[in-house]
């Protein structure tokens, strides 16, 4: 991202102060991270992809399952936008929730408390089938950043 492997290193607050870092960030953590032999972008896309999987892998110890307090209601808020996020990208059914323990659970009661209100479109839909005519909504490209000088990182990153 900046032409040089040293660059977080020396200065990691860059992710949190620049927006086209904490994208590649988040992007190599997506891509890269693996928990139980897998990472989050092979959960979304295999067999129908898995939700539950990508949150497991992230966030898995905090929220597979939710351990009371904070992270039930974190992981209820979360529900809810990706439930926001599959609406406004028209897709007909949500991936599966499987991989994460107590996540279909946590669907299930936020749904009638009120705090997943974006996923009423979904309930009692099959989770995670493929939809074979589905056309994804188009959106036009903004602005595509090139980052000058990007170079493949070091084995070691620090």
């Not at 992270?71 to 926001?84: E, G, I, P, S, T």
């Not at 595509?144 to 084995?155: D, M």
Request: charge should be negative; charged fraction near 25%.
């Amino acid at each position: 991202l900046t032409g040089s492997a040293d660059t977080f290193c020396d200065d990691p607050d860059l992710v949190s102060k620049e927006g086209r870092y904490a994208w590649g960030a988040g992007l190599y953590f997506w891509m890269e991270h693996t928990k139980e032999e897998t990472t989050s972008h092979m959960e979304a896309l295999k067999n129908g992809g898995d939700f539950g999987g990508t949150l497991n892998n992230i966030n898995g110890g905090l929220e597979c399952p939710a351990h009371g307090g904070w992270h039930v209601d974190a992981v209820k808020a979360r529900l809810n936008r990706y439930c926001r996020a599959a609406n406004a990208l028209g897709l007909p059914n949500l991936m599966r929730l499987d991989n994460c323990a107590g996540l279909q659970e946590s669907l299930d009661t936020c749904l009638p408390e009120g705090k997943c209100d974006e996923c009423k479109r979904y309930k009692g839909k099959f989770t995670g089938r493929l939809v074979s005519n589905f056309v994804p909504a188009v959106a036009e490209p903004s602005a595509v950043v090139q980052v000058a000088g990007a170079t493949q990182p070091k084995e070691s990153l620090c």
